[in-house]
């Protein structure tokens, strides 16, 4: 395990975070606010908000989003958005108040933080009897076949366990004993890339090598990759965007 703390792991990588992560289907948007009324009227707190793809996402909802990001170099990298406030907290420590919000998120970071303290500050931030949060993930499905032979590129060359930290953290969270019920679902995504797309794709997983050699002949393979798979200038990432719900009340 890479011993870089996890609100660093991204610092160098903002830029290519932004050119190479997927968004999320909009789909999701009636999951998690299902049962809250009037999305306007909701406050999200979107933790490990990164550059700003998540909270974009729920701001176009409707919602008022208060990005929780700790990392300056990705709380810079985003454009300003309406509707969304951004906070250097932690997810074990937002220092928001308690009962404030409608909605606590975590996309594609759950498995950075301190799950216990993280559940700890969801269940504080939540409004019962309605509040809940939302872990929301997409993970590659290779089912198709560019996306295996991608994934099998990540594996190998993969310096951490972050990929296993990833379903670690849905258990976790699943396992809760502060939910009343928790709902899980699958929706196909998908990620259109051009070649310069799947380097920064890439360059954006704090797992994968960075610079030097390793990094080179991880890059030169992603070209003949690409060479493989590439029409009409691009390929499609196969996705399935997981998302995982825990309800204060039934």
């Known amino acids: 395990m890479s011993d870089v703390r996890p609100t660093e792991r991204f610092t160098g990588r903002a ?3 932004v050119a190479g992560r997927p968004s999320y289907p909009t789909e999701i948007l009636a999951m998690v606010f299902d049962g809250l009324g009037d999305p306007a009227l909701a406050t999200v707190v979107d933790l490990g908000a990164g550059t700003g793809i998540s909270s974009r996402l ?10 929780v990001e700790p990392n300056a170099a990705m709380r810079e990298t985003s454009a300003p958005l309406d509707r969304v406030t951004w906070n250097a907290g932690t997810a074990e ?8 919000a409608d909605l606590v ?5 759950f ?5 216990p303290a993280a559940l700890d500050e969801m269940h504080r931030l939540l409004r019962a009897p309605l509040g809940r949060a939302a872990l929301v993930y997409n993970e590659r499905d290779e089912r198709d076949d560019f996306t295996a032979a991608y994934g099998e590129l ?3 060359n993969a310096t951490d366990r972050t990929e296993a930290r990833r379903s670690d953290g849905r258990a976790a969270f699943e396992a809760h004993g502060g939910w009343a019920r928790v709902t899980v679902a699958q929706i ?3 990620q259109s890339l051009d070649r310069e797309g799947v380097h920064a794709r890439a360059r954006s ?3 994968l090598p960075a610079d030097g050699p390793l990094a080179d002949a991880l890059h030169a393979k992603i070209d003949s990759l690409f060479d493989r798979y590439a029409s009409g200038g691009g390929v499609e990432m196969r996705l399935r965007t997981i998302v995982t719900i825990g309800f204060l009340g039934r």
């Open 58 to 67: 729920l701001a176009a909802h409707g919602a008022t989003v208060i990005a």
């Open 205 to 207: 997983t704090s797992y």
């Open 93 to 100: 420590r937002t220092g928001l108040p308690d009962a404030s």
């Open 105 to 109: 998120a975590a996309f594609q970071a």
């Open 15 to 17: 830029a290519a975070y």
């Open 188 to 190: 196909g995504n998908v």
């Open 111 to 115: 498995h950075w933080f301190d799950a």
């Open 154 to 156: 990540v594996r190998a």
